[in-house]
Nanobody, 121 residues
Framework: QVQLVESGGTLVQIGGSLRLSCAVSGNIGIASIAAMGWYRQAEGKQRDMVAVIVKSGSTNYAEAVKGRFTISRDNAKNMVYLQMNSLKPEDTAVYYC?????????????WGKGTLVTVSS
């Protein structure tokens, strides 16, 4: 089992910056997990991928956040981060940390409970 706990969400002004953290615990280190990611869900909308970092270190970003957000991880601390810069009102959402892996030939997903980011003037 893998447990994910997000933190860092708060109210921030337009154009501001924020760093979200995801603490990972359980019977596996994040260095062994196939992919770690951040997703977000705005009120009344579906949950969308924001950024993903795979085991090799390669990253992928949603078009809406490219050049503004950076995903990173600290394998030693079992932490995943999302640095968010130049925040816009449309970035307002609950942000979820995700771990995706393959166990016994089956894909497994783990989710945190989310942290709320509100961008406002």
């Amino acid at each position: 089992q893998v447990q994910l706990v997000e933190s860092g969400g708060t109210l921030v002004q337009i154009g501001g910056s924020l760093r979200l953290s995801c603490a990972v615990s359980g019977n596996i280190g994040i260095a062994s997990i196939a992919a770690m990611g951040w997703y977000r869900q705005a009120e009344g909308k579906q949950r969308d991928m924001v950024a993903v970092i795979v085991k090799s270190g390669s990253t992928n970003y949603a078009e809406a956040v490219k050049g503004r957000f950076t995903i990173s991880r600290d394998n030693a601390k079992n932490m995943v981060y999302l640095q968010m810069n130049s925040l816009k009102p449309e970035d307002t959402a609950v942000y979820y940390c995700n771990a995706w892996d393959v166990r016994d030939s089956s894909a497994v997903d783990y989710w945190g409970k989310g942290t709320l980011v509100t961008v406002s003037s």
